[in-house]
């Protein structure tokens, strides 16, 4: 929901410092990729270093290139050390200390118990929740849409490419919007069936507009601020007004307005940006790490709300 919002603002900030962070301005550090490059990165080299690189590294998508900005990268953060500088970040991002294939394990690690936890749930909610109930399928739309958000995340930490970049922005943006959709059915879409499908049908034109000119006009990192911004803002009023309107009368809504403020609330340790420690955990992973019990609390919640409409419903065939 809307710690979604604050993860792609940071991300949005970083990206936009990525053609040039300080660390890959530095003169020595540009030196030793060109002659780590010339040096190991072509003919006979270049087949000593594939013939050497562990299996799982090249199915990763780790190159000869990658290798030398790496190497590289710590030269440059031992030499700013032993100098009494302050640790510079490289392309937009604080060095990591590499493990296996994961570029920033405790990040990847990380966004993959995210969507554990995610499966989790979902099995819990098909195993609980009949499919009778009105916000069934819409609820385990969410799930799956989650699901996929937090594999490409997964992926995006293990292994920067600009692929992975951009489907990590994208489907992060589709589980807000996603996420505002869930509101409108549980708000308005329940009573008035019409008017939800007119507003999906809206969402999707705005995800595929916003999509398509970020893929096919120019990645313009503003615009997807802005946009991001602009939706998780609808998306954090809409669901804190209906949870403020509705705690006296629904109880299980409580849980709702929790996952609400603490999302807020942990998005604040986004802006707490330095060096992560142990070159392994960073403010991003540790927001990563604490919003894992949130999003099984909010799952609880649909659990709630979904057996809470089916009994509603239930008993108003009778009275029919």
């Known amino acids: 929901m809307a710690g979604r919002t604050a993860r792609l603002v940071l991300l949005a900030g970083a990206a936009a410092l990525a053609s040039g962070s300080q660390g890959d301005r530095e003169p020595v550090y540009r030196d030793c990729v060109h002659r780590c490059?010339?040096?190991?990165?072509?003919?006979?080299?270049?087949?000593?270093f594939r013939s050497r690189q562990p299996i799982y590294m090249s199915l990763a998508g780790w190159t000869c290139q990658d290798d030398c900005k790496y190497e590289c990268m710590w030269v440059t953060v031992g030499l700013y050390l032993k100098e009494g500088h302050k640790v510079p970040q490289f392309h937009g991002k604080w060095p990591f200390s590499r493990f296996l294939f994961f570029q920033e394990p405790a990040s990847a690690m990380a966004s993959f118990l995210n969507g554990l936890a995610s499966l989790v749930m979902l099995c819990?909610?098909?195993?609980?929740?009949?499919?009778?109930?009105?916000?069934?399928?819409?609820?385990?739309?969410?799930?799956?849409?989650?699901?996929?958000?937090?594999?490409w995340s997964t992926?995006?930490?293990?292994?920067?490419?600009?692929?992975?970049?951009?489907?990590?922005?994208?489907?992060?943006?589709?589980?807000?919007?996603?996420?505002?959709?869930?509101?409108?059915?549980?708000t308005v879409g329940l009573q008035h069936p019409a008017v939800a499908s007119a507003f999906r049908a809206l969402l999707l034109l705005l995800l595929t507009a916003h999509v398509s000119y970020l893929s096919l006009v120019r990645f313009d990192y503003g615009y997807n601020l802005a946009a991001n911004v602009a939706i998780g803002l609808v998306n954090v009023v809409w669901w804190l007004a209906w949870c403020l309107w509705n705690r006296r009368r629904l109880p299980h809504v409580r849980k709702c307005l929790v996952v609400v403020l603490l999302l807020q609330g942990l998005s604040l340790l986004e802006l707490l940006d330095f060096p992560p420690f142990f070159w392994v955990l960073d403010a991003h992973a540790i927001w990563h790490i604490s919003t894992i019990p949130v999003h099984a609390l909010f799952f609880s919640f649909l659990e709630d709300d979904s057996l809470y409409l089916l009994k509603e419903s239930e008993a108003k065939f009778k009275l029919d």
């Open 37 to 48: 490059e010339e040096r190991n990165c072509s003919g006979g080299a270049l087949r000593h």
């Open 124 to 151: 819990r909610y098909h195993t609980s929740v009949p499919a009778s109930s009105p916000m069934y399928p819409t609820c385990v739309a969410f799930a799956w849409v989650s699901l996929n958000a937090w594999f």
């Open 155 to 186: 992926v995006f930490h293990t292994k920067d490419t600009d692929l992975t970049e951009k489907m990590d922005y994208f489907c992060a943006s589709t589980v807000i919007l996603h996420s505002i959709y869930l509101c409108c059915v549980r």
